[in-house]
């Protein structure tokens, strides 16, 4: 089985600057395609970023060029340093892993995923 635990979340002004880290414990972690999704209340789960064993990245259009995801395999940590932030970024920022994604789904889908994280609030004020 495999864990992963966020941290980095908390309270910030808008234009201000988090930087979450997801730590994965398990083996193989280089062998999973990695992945930060967000919720916000009454909302569903979104994507946010996502990082694939190469190390190829896929960023929401709505974060695109203030977010970025990033792994560090030596440390089995995925990172995502957000920058720039708004108040409706504001949400529980998850990180999700997996290793034998289901044929035809792609890593933008929160159901690609086969482990989560308990999440990080992320509050971005005005």
């Known amino acids: 089985q495999v864990q992963l635990v966020e941290s980095g979340g908390g309270l910030v002004q808008a234009g201000g600057s988090l930087r979450l880290s997801c730590e994965f414990s398990?083996?193989?972690?280089?062998?999973?395609?990695m992945g930060w999704f967000r919720q916000a209340p009454g909302k569903e789960r979104e994507f946010v970023a996502a990082i694939g064993r190469s190390g190829t990245t896929n960023h929401a259009d709505s974060v695109k060029g203030r977010f970025f995801i990033s792994r560090d395999n030596s440390k089995n940590v995925a990172s995502l340093q957000m920058n720039s932030l708004k108040p409706e970024d504001t949400a529980v920022y998850y990180c999700?892993?997996?290793?034998?994604?289901?044929?035809?789904?792609?890593?933008?889908?929160?159901?690609?995923?086969?482990?989560w994280g308990q999440g990080t609030q992320v509050t971005v004020s005005s």
């Open positions: 398990g083996l193989s972690f280089g062998s999973y395609f």
């Open positions: 999700a892993a997996d290793r034998f994604p289901p044929p035809g789904i792609q890593p933008t889908m929160a159901g690609f995923y086969d482990y």
